[in-house]
């Protein structure tokens, strides 16, 4: 912790939490032992987020080709949502804590839903970290999605197709006042993206680590942090940064 230069922080980082079946079926146990242990580390790393000073943490937890997994644990991974929603509410409200949720959030079950909006709500005013979970979440899905709504104000003349730009295209994207992620770290010593933030990580730097996502710690998080700080980011020319008072629209130009 002594050695982070929080000037330098990523003001955005989001996470692949992979690993969870591995650590359960390692230890000879159902998978969804491995997604409650899993929980744990979560909570560990999103305080450990907001104390160190971290504006936004994205925690990839349920993707659109996850709906294809057994029923069983599927309905394990909702029961396990809604406990932690409604655990860890008080602790978000405490420490300024603001929720939000990201994907095609209507496929999830009604129960799941409601509890979503009610956390959201009852969070909306805290302004300290925006932790946001990618929840029937698909990057391709979320281009399509916002490629059908910008078609729609185009045939609507609400916009010129002329006008479409980055920019302009961003405004479509689920949570499009977010910055772009600065930081991705993904668990489990698997090196792809899995189809997440796919527009956003454009500039994004990567962090792989073996260690599956249940033996994740807060020196785990540490040390991806100092990795980070040890890189020069230029963002395709000459910037080691992004200028700080450019819209995010604009980082996005660099």
Same mark, same amino acid.
């Given at each position: 912790?002594?050695?982070?230069?929080?000037?330098?922080?990523?003001?955005?980082?989001?996470?692949?939490?992979?690993?969870?079946?591995?650590?359960?079926?390692?230890?000879?146990?159902?998978?969804?032992?491995?997604?409650?242990?899993?929980? !744990?580390?979560?909570?560990?790393?999103?305080?450990?987020?907001?104390?160190?000073?971290?504006?936004?943490?994205?925690?990839?937890?349920?993707?659109?080709?996850?709906?294809?997994?057994?029923?069983?644990?599927?309905?394990?991974?909702?029961?396990?949502?809604?406990?932690?929603?409604?655990?860890? /509410?008080?602790?978000?409200? !405490?420490?300024?804590?603001?929720?939000?949720?990201?994907?095609?959030?209507?496929?999830?079950?009604?129960?799941?839903?409601?509890?979503?909006?009610?956390?959201?709500?009852?969070?909306?005013?805290?302004?300290?970290?925006?932790?946001?979970?990618?929840?029937?979440?698909?990057?391709?899905?979320?281009?399509?999605?916002?490629? !059908?709504?910008?078609?729609?104000?185009?045939?609507?003349?609400?916009?010129?197709?002329?006008?479409?730009?980055?920019?302009?295209?961003?405004?479509?994207?689920?949570?499009?006042?977010?910055?772009?992620?600065?930081?991705?770290?993904?668990?489990?010593?698997?090196?792809?993206?899995?189809?997440?933030?796919?527009?956003?990580?454009?500039? /994004?730097?990567?962090?792989? /680590?073996?260690?599956?996502?249940?033996?994740?710690?807060?020196?785990?998080?540490?040390?991806?942090?100092?990795?980070?700080?040890?890189?020069?980011?230029?963002?395709?020319?000459?910037?080691?940064?992004?200028?700080?008072?450019?819209?995010?629209?604009?980082?996005?130009?660099?």
């Amino acid at each position: 912790m002594a050695r982070l230069d929080h000037a330098r922080l990523p003001r955005h980082i989001a996470l692949i939490l992979d690993g969870n079946g591995r650590w359960a079926t390692t230890r000879r146990l159902p998978r969804v032992f491995g997604h409650y242990e899993g929980a !744990k580390s979560v909570r560990e790393i999103v305080i450990l987020a907001r104390e160190v000073g971290v504006s936004v943490l994205s925690l990839y937890a349920f993707s659109n080709e996850n709906w294809a997994r057994p029923k069983s644990e599927i309905h394990a991974l909702m029961t396990l949502l809604k406990t932690y929603l409604a655990r860890e /509410t008080d602790t978000m409200l !405490k420490n300024g804590v603001r929720f939000h949720a990201m994907g095609q959030i209507s496929r999830l079950p009604v129960a799941v839903v409601r509890l979503i909006r009610e956390v959201e709500s009852r969070t909306a005013g805290q302004n300290e970290m925006t932790l946001v979970l990618a929840l029937s979440y698909g990057g391709r899905a979320e281009i399509v999605d916002a490629a !059908k709504r910008l078609a729609q104000d185009v045939q609507e003349n609400k916009i010129l197709a002329a006008d479409i730009d980055e920019a302009r295209f961003s405004r479509y994207l689920y949570m499009p006042d977010l910055p772009d992620p600065d930081l991705l770290i993904r668990t489990s010593g698997e090196t792809r993206l899995s189809n997440f933030l796919l527009w956003q990580m454009a500039y /994004t730097e990567f962090y792989f /680590t073996e260690t599956l996502w249940p033996n994740f710690t807060r020196c785990h998080f540490l040390e991806a942090l100092l990795d980070y700080q040890s890189r020069e980011r230029r963002f395709g020319g000459v910037l080691e940064a992004a200028p700080p008072d450019l819209p995010v629209a604009a980082q996005r130009s660099q």
